[in-house]
């Protein structure tokens, strides 16, 4: 990447020792996007935007939020849907048993929640009936449904690569704020699609997927690649937005024509279903990749090796503080707290009233 000018500063505690801290520094990328973003990030710390720390964190296999923990709360949310609407329900049981098959995530009934959710919900730009008639607790349950399913399959697949493959946990930080701002992705942003690709770095920083939808990517590998028909279709959005959140990759690097035959095989494979379904891979307005925003500086934790890292970072799954030069912000509350939930729907009622009078 092109070179760095700026440095945003992020402070991690222990939930269970709050005065236990760790700060990392993210080298800023000197390229439109990320120069844009970091914009972003510093008017939503100004802004007071509270963090979504329920689910900052995935794909750490040690951790109090663990498969119990998230069965327990996505059924929570499925009995607050079920018993507002009078017209919809989820029907599917959720436990720790029928959540997997062997030691993998069950992609059905993962796709059949996600599914509830897309019904449910609608898009930014486009809400459900149902969203906007639901009170503020169900707007909120709707909206751990995504949250939790994604959760989950990281988990599932986390734990099992422990087992398996400790070298290829894919751990990762999702910083995302209630309320956020967002901006339209410009022509020169879409550009970096392109030159990254599908790349990504340990300790890399990308844009954070701002809206509802899957990706040509995600349905191609978790649909088995099927025809693009308009059904299809209508479940894929390009991302059209940014804003100041943002994800951290803490998983192995992985890149194309490196050493990852099967990661080559993928690409290839993705590259020859998108021609032959009459879609142009060299395309920006596709959004075929990653958003790169800049790297974390990895001589804090006293060790270049990944599986250490995340060792240590799974003692750390708290953000406390940001900060963008003089500007900053603490998030001095945790998903444990008793009120953590209500905390949340406070600050989401005036866009719940906004969003259901559209």
């Given amino acids: 990447m092109s070179g760095i000018n700026q440095l945003v500063k992020v402070t991690l505690r222990n939930p269970l020792d709050h005065g236990d801290q760790l700060t990392y520094n993210i080298e800023v990328y000197d390229n ?74 069950d992609q059905n009934l993962m796709n059949h929640l996600h599914n509830h959710f897309e019904r449910l919900q609608g898009t930014v730009w486009d809400l459900s009936e149902y969203y906007k008639r639901a009170d503020y607790k169900t707007k909120y349950a709707i909206r751990q449904l995504n949250n939790i399913c994604h959760e989950l399959e990281s988990l599932i697949l986390s734990l099992r690569k422990k087992l398996t493959i ?13 309320q956020c701002n967002r901006y339209n992705l410009k022509p020169e942003h879409k550009e970096m699609f392109i030159k990254n690709g599908y790349d990504r770095e340990f300790g890399g920083v990308y844009m954070h997927w701002t809206q509802i939808g899957k990706t040509l990517f995600e349905v191609f590998r978790d649909e088995g690649a099927p025809e693009l028909t308009d059904t299809v279709c209508e479940a894929i959005t390009e991302l059209k937005y940014y804003s100041g959140e943002f994800d951290v990759e803490w998983g192995n690097s992985v890149y194309l024509n490196g050493p990852f035959p099967w990661h080559n095989d993928e690409q290839l494979r993705f590259t020859k279903w998108l021609i032959e379904n009459k879609r142009d891979p060299a395309d920006p307005s596709l959004s075929l990749g990653y958003l790169p925003l800049g ?40 998903w444990t707290d008793q009120d953590y939930k209500q905390k949340q729907i406070n600050q989401m009622i005036p866009g719940y009233d906004h969003s259901s009078r559209r």
Avoid: M
């Fill in 32 to 105: 439109p996007i990320a120069q844009d973003w970091v914009k972003a990030l510093e008017e939503t710390l100004i802004n007071g935007n509270q963090l979504e720390k329920n689910y900052c964190f995935l794909g750490f296999p040690d951790t109090a939020r663990d498969i119990v923990y998230l069965i327990k709360e996505l059924n929570l949310s499925i009995q607050i849907i079920n018993n507002f609407f009078d017209d919809y329900k989820i029907e599917e049981i959720y436990t720790p048993e029928t959540i997997r098959i062997g030691l993998d995530p």
């Fill in 166 to 178: 400790p070298d290829w946990v894919r751990s990762s930080q999702i910083t995302t704020f209630l």
């Fill in 295 to 334: 790297q974390i500086d990895l001589s804090v934790f006293n060790t270049c090796d990944p599986v250490r890292i995340r060792e240590i970072l799974g003692r750390y799954l708290d953000i406390y503080k940001i900060q963008v030069g003089e500007v900053s912000n603490i998030f001095d509350y945790c």
